[in-house]
């Protein structure tokens, strides 16, 4: 299986200024035939089921506040938070969705 | 609204099934695939399996591939998935979420099942 590295394991932000997440794949998430790459973000708050944010590495979900932004390609990625929120206290879990299974990251807890 | 809406905690003893519904509202469910993914405490979200809620095929995670069996009623509006000999390392909540054809990122999740495996 493809295993999904994050750094750090945990950081806290100030309140208006930026959350960076870092992912790592094991293998390359990078499709050249449709020039995607095949990564997700997920937000999970306490007692609730993740939310996605991001799929495609940098496309985000409808709603999702444009404060949050992916990056990256090939097997290194990034979630910014910029101008950080109070309601942005999570959970953040990256994925790939490249191969069989898909699996997920293990998580960084972003605090105020 | 759209919604899954999964059956409620379960306590079960070791060797034991537990069979756990996801009821979809607010949207057509043949439009999108069907997943399955559990999360222990500190551990990282794992993989069951997917249903094609078009035609009922299934493919399962090689970890569960013994145990796991995910199913649609004949309505299809509900999503089953059945795990069987448990043990105490199963019990973890479990989320149905919802994910597009042909690419497994997950857009919709229910809101978790706790199971509890205990003697």
């Known amino acids: 299986d493809m295993m999904m590295t994050q750094s750090p394991d945990s950081l806290a932000v100030s309140l208006g200024e930026r959350a960076t997440i870092n992912c790592k794949s094991s293998?390359?998430?990078?499709?050249?035939?449709?020039?995607?790459?095949?990564v997700a973000w997920y937000q999970q708050k306490p007692g609730q089921p993740p939310k996605l944010l991001i799929s495609?590495?940098?496309t985000r979900d409808p709603g999702v506040p444009d404060r949050f932004r992916g990056s990256g390609s090939g097997t290194d990625f990034a979630l910014t938070i910029n101008s950080l929120q109070a309601e942005d206290v999570a959970v953040y879990y990256c994925?790939?969705?490249?191969?069989?299974?898909?699996?997920f990251g293990p998580g960084t807890k972003v605090d105020i | 609204q759209v919604h899954l809406v999964q059956s409620g905690a379960e306590v079960k003893k070791p060797g034991a099934s537990v069979k756990v519904s996801c009821e979809a509202s607010?949207?057509?469910?043949?439009?999108?695939?069907m997943h399955w993914v559990r999360q222990a405490p500190g551990q990282r979200l794992e993989w069951l399996g997917w249903?094609?809620?078009?035609?009922?095929?299934?493919r399962y995670s090689q970890t569960f591939q013994d145990r796991v069996t995910i199913t649609m009623d004949t309505s299809a509006t509900t999503i089953y998935m059945e795990l069987s000999g448990l043990t105490s390392e199963d019990t973890t909540v479990y989320y149905c979420?919802?994910?597009?054809?042909?690419?497994?990122?997950?857009?919709?999740w229910g809101r978790g099942t706790l199971v509890i495996v205990s003697s």
């Open positions: 293998q390359n998430v990078f499709h050249s035939a449709n020039n995607k790459n095949y």
């Open positions: 607010g949207y057509t469910i043949t439009n999108y695939a």
């Open positions: 495609w590495a940098s």
């Open positions: 994925q790939q969705y490249f191969t069989t299974p898909p699996t």
């Open positions: 249903i094609n809620t078009v035609n009922g095929n299934t």
């Open positions: 979420a919802r994910g597009p054809w042909g690419h497994w990122f997950f857009d919709l």
